[in-house]
């Protein structure tokens, strides 16, 4: 049974009062209630472990849980972990919530609702239209507009599709092809869709450095850095200056995570104008 309707200053209120995992009420005027769609892998549903103060709700910020087919999808006070469909099931500490924030803070007096959908070791293909995690995003995000308003999609991902060259070669039309069909299937054909960059330490780790590999994951930056000159109300998100969260070189720490989720609001707000 969806939860009932209130005042944005009671969304707050609530949301504010809650334990991250409880109900929570939204906003009665849908333009009040910004929603924003999280795709991706690891980095974007978190690769390092979170803190005790991370599980505390953030005023202002919900976040829509898993629900399972036929059963319908509901709010809680955005807290993290935002994803939990990791296929280890650990508590992990992504862009997310710092994303939301730093929205906040050019956007006063809204709510920020995030729909969390990124899952961790995953190929664009397996992100992609035909796939379970896509009809999850899509069915997520139809539920979530019911209520709010569509103002983004956040997507970091591409780690997995330097594995082997055929995946490296198909990344720019997969990529084109994702942003397509995520618009056409929330019929939003302008929808805002911002990517991050893989990590700049990303490749020099001793698992990932051999010269073949290097060489693929400097085209998939490549493929992320130009899509805003191919595909229009689209934005970059440079990954400069961030460090790694463990010897692998992979996943971004939490300083990291939190400068990201920052960037991207600052892509947003650059790309589409502050109110």
Known sequence: MRAKPVSLLGA?????????????????????FHLFLLMGQSNMSGGVGIAADDTQPVPHVLKMRFAKEGEEPKWTPGAHPLHPRRPNKKKRFGPGISFAEAYLDDNPGVVVGLVPMAWGGRSIE??????????????????????????GVLWHQGESDTVEQTRTDAYEKRLHRLVEDVRKDLGSPQLPFIVGNLAEFYGTGKDHKAPDRVAR?????????????????????????????????VHFDRKSCLLMGKRYAKVYADMFGKP
């Open 126 to 151: 397996q992100l992609s239209k035909g796939s379970g995690i896509y009809s999850d995003a899509i069915r997520h995000t139809k539920a979530a507009m019911q209520a709010g308003t569509l103002k």
């Open 217 to 249: 994951i400097t085209r998939i930056k490549e493929i992320l850095r130009s899509l805003p000159e191919k595909v229009p109300h689209t934005g970059f998100v440079e990954s400069t200056g961030c460090s790694p969260a463990a010897r692998a070189k």
């Open 12 to 32: 707050v209120l609530v949301a504010g009062g809650l334990h991250a995992e409880e109900p929570a009420s939204i906003p009665s005027v849908k333009k009040n």
